[in-house]
């Protein structure tokens, strides 16, 4: 299967207070997911939003809304979260007791299920719950903050897992997410990743718009002449 690289903008460095017109320009721009970052001051030290905003985004936008739970005990909210308009939940593996359990529900409650994997996280917990997940979200920046530094040692774990799924012949997508812009995203899909996540390169352009288009021109390995 040929991977199909998708650019999901992290509303985490929006303006909030402009949430949906920046929401639009990403959309118009051509991005084809928007990457929601929910985080409880518990499982990472930062708070960010909750069902509400989901709520509100599934209003104003037909992008998929991929939505990443930096919570403790995150089977309390999975519902909550489908229920708003998620169309991809992905959980920590920390953040829950049984994991096969809560993939199973998430599916059953509509929405794509994904594993996230922080940067000190086996991949070999992974081993026993691939079959059963869309998609794995590789942590390439420990989880908490936009405007991180991207970790390098998280290139020969995409290829690892790349190795894993091909081995396998598993229909399971990568998700790459932090510390990621212009400059590096190719080397990201050229080890196999395929949705990039990306907040700070994106909001923290001075045209949104552009940033998208010139992070999916560089992702696909195109000209990349217009990035600021
Ligand atoms: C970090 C979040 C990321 C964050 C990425 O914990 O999961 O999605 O928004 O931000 P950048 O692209 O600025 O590293
Ligand atoms: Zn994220």
Redesign the pocket.
């Known amino acids: 299967m040929i991977p199909e690289i998708k650019i999901a903008p992290?509303i985490?460095?929006a303006d909030f207070a402009r949430l949906g017109e920046q929401v639009h320009m990403v959309e118009a721009a051509g991005a084809q997911l928007l990457?929601v970052?929910v985080?409880d001051g518990h499982y990472?030290p930062n708070i960010t939003i909750g069902p509400l905003v989901v709520e509100a985004l599934r209003r104003v936008t037909e992008m998929p809304l991929d939505t990443?739970l930096?919570i403790s005990e995150a089977d309390r909210y999975i519902d909550a979260f489908a229920r708003a308009g998620s169309t991809s939940i992905s959980v920590h593996v920390e953040a829950v007791p049984h994991l096969h359990r809560t993939l199973e529900a998430i599916r059953k409650l509509g929405a794509q299920p994904g594993i996230a994997i922080n940067p000190g996280t086996s991949l070999a917990l992974l081993d026993e719950v691939l079959p059963y997940a869309d998609f794995i979200l590789i942590?390439t920046?420990?989880?908490?903050?936009?405007?991180?530094k991207f970790i390098p040692t998280s290139l020969q774990k995409i290829a690892r897992l790349r190795q894993m799924i091909t081995e396998r012949n598993l229909n399971v997508r990568i998700e790459v997410?932090?510390?990621?812009?212009p400059n590096n995203v190719r080397s990201l899909v050229e080890h196999g990743a395929e949705w990039i996540?990306?907040?700070?390169?994106i909001f923290?352009a001075p045209d949104i718009g552009a940033a998208v288009q010139a992070m999916q021109a560089a992702a696909e390995g195109l000209a990349t002449a217009n990035i600021s």
């Open positions: 992290s985490l460095s990457h970052d985080m990472v990443h930096m942590m920046v420990n989880p908490g903050f936009g405007g991180q997410d932090g510390g990621i812009g996540v990306a907040g700070s390169a923290g």
